[in-house]
């Protein structure tokens, strides 16, 4: 019996050698989501997350050799709370936020608070104490949040990108051009009208005849410079890429990064190209 069993076993072996490479052939022809699929999974696992962290920076910078600009750079935290409430602060520079609702008596204004409207919405809340323009473009144009659900909604072209950290994926995303342009349109434009509101009511608390000489010369400032910046964007080109690191264990964001260029013809006649960097990490779920 002894001889037999031994036998027995070295048949074994090879079967279950044979088995598993089987197994392995099979587990390779399973269905394997395309890149659009694994975007509309993470959106969705976004979907069902109540709270999470989001830590970045940005920089703008004028790419042309002309304009000798030092790049614009502002660092800002984020915190979701209850699924639809965000508080987003920035600050100039690369300073480190120690966290949304900690920040020192010195740094001016205060967290911006959004509210998700219509479930794909993020609407900021007008509130007597302005927030910083920093913060307002925080909120506004490189709020990760917003840029994931407006590009659900796009036209664009996904992939998947080589070398990703274990346990994680890379989307290559490059959204339609003229519905990019358009995004950033409405915000900045967005920007321009929260400016002009939170003036408004700065001036509304002023008295004596100065109030209503400075209401209107602040009201010419502002729709001036909204008509200039529409006219310019009505030139422009947009080429945008973004990356997405996605955990294959949770399906969540991991990271999000993106590189704008635009390009358009200023007010002189000369082109024109600004670069706008972004790059969000997530953290934190519960």
Request: glycine share 8%.
């Amino acid at each position: 019996m002894k001889g037999l069993f031994i036998k027995g076993c070295k048949g074994c072996g090879s079967l279950l050698v044979g088995l598993v490479l089987l197994l392995g052939l099979l587990a390779g022809c399973q269905p394997q989501r395309t890149p659009q699929e694994w975007f509309d999974l993470t959106w969705t696992g976004l979907a069902g997350v109540d709270a999470f962290h989001i830590k970045g920076q940005a920089e703008v910078a004028a790419l042309d050799s002309s304009r000798a600009q030092a790049p614009q750079t502002f660092a800002y935290e984020a915190e979701l709370n209850h699924h639809t409430e965000l508080s987003v602060k920035a600050v100039p520079g690369q300073q480190t936020l120690s966290g949304v609702g900690t920040y020192t008596a010195a740094e001016p204004g205060k967290p911006a608070v959004l509210t998700l409207q219509d479930g794909s919405r993020w609407v900021m809340l007008q509130e007597d104490k302005p927030v910083t323009a920093w913060t307002s473009a925080a909120a506004g144009r490189v709020n990760p949040l917003a840029i994931i659900e407006g590009l659900r909604e796009m036209k664009k072209n996904v992939r998947l990108e080589h070398g990703a950290a274990r346990g994680t994926l890379v989307l290559r995303i490059e959204p339609d051009s003229e519905q990019e342009l358009l995004r950033l349109k409405n915000e900045l434009v967005s920007e321009m009208d929260r400016t002009q509101a939170l003036w408004r009511k700065q001036m509304a608390g002023q008295q004596g005849n100065l109030k209503a000489e400075a209401v209107k010369e602040g009201n010419r400032l502002i729709s001036g410079s909204k008509q200039q910046l529409i006219k310019l964007l009505s030139t422009a080109k947009v080429n945008t890429v973004y990356h997405l690191t996605i955990s294959k264990q949770s399906n969540l964001p991991v990271r999000l990064t993106s590189e704008t260029r635009i390009t358009y013809t200023s007010s002189n006649g000369k082109t024109r190209t600004e670069s706008l960097w972004n790059d969000a990490h997530f953290a934190n779920y519960r």
